[in-house]
């Protein structure tokens, strides 16, 4: 598929597959790691998105302003993909919890609740391909986001329903494709 509306989706997954530690297995570098990611393409969208970015060089809010800040700059709050807001509140609560607790049971709990929080949020859950659950969970997350601010570029009218459809198409088959696609 060499369509430029979808350059972006393959360009974010390029970014995922070269930092995602996909090979490690310490859970709190994972999660680290994912919540870096998902923040890198907040923060880029939001300068994107407004007029004279150069204010904003070093900007920086706490997560749940930011999540809200993303969605209040989107002309098309996509119901479809309230999941991913749902489940990026849950990855930062993860990272501050592994973050703040050296007790592996805390630490292991809310690890389960985010990736729970995916499974109940992303209806294709058990059907994207991969083995880790964590690493799945947190790979459907950041293409889902990704998929979601790909298609704020192309707002809701006639000439731009059918690149909308192929930008969600797109982005769905990227993530049943799964956790998979870090070693291609």
Request: hydrophobic share 40%.
């Amino acid at each position: 598929m060499d369509e430029s509306f979808v350059k972006e989706l393959d360009s974010s997954l390029e970014v995922f597959n070269t930092y995602f530690p996909n090979e490690r297995d310490d859970v709190d570098i994972l999660i680290l790691r994912g919540h870096q990611l998902a923040e890198t393409m907040l923060y880029s969208f939001i300068r994107k998105t407004v007029s004279n970015p150069k204010h904003i060089e070093s900007f920086f809010i706490s997560w749940e302003p930011l999540v809200s800040l993303v969605r209040a700059l989107m002309q098309d709050d996509e119901v479809e993909y309230t999941w991913v807001w749902k489940s990026l509140i849950k990855l930062a609560k993860t990272r501050n919890q592994i973050a703040h607790n050296i007790n592996p049971d805390i630490q292991s709990k809310h690890v389960t609740d985010f990736i729970n929080c995916v499974r109940s949020q992303f209806s294709g859950f058990n059907n994207v391909v991969g083995d880790d659950d964590l690493k799945k969970a947190i790979f459907i997350v950041y293409c889902g986001l990704s998929t979601a601010l790909a298609l704020e570029k192309y707002p809701y009218c006639g000439a731009t329903y059918l690149v909308r459809d192929e930008i969600h198409k797109h982005g769905q088959e990227l993530i049943s494709k799964g956790i998979s696609l870090q070693s291609t």
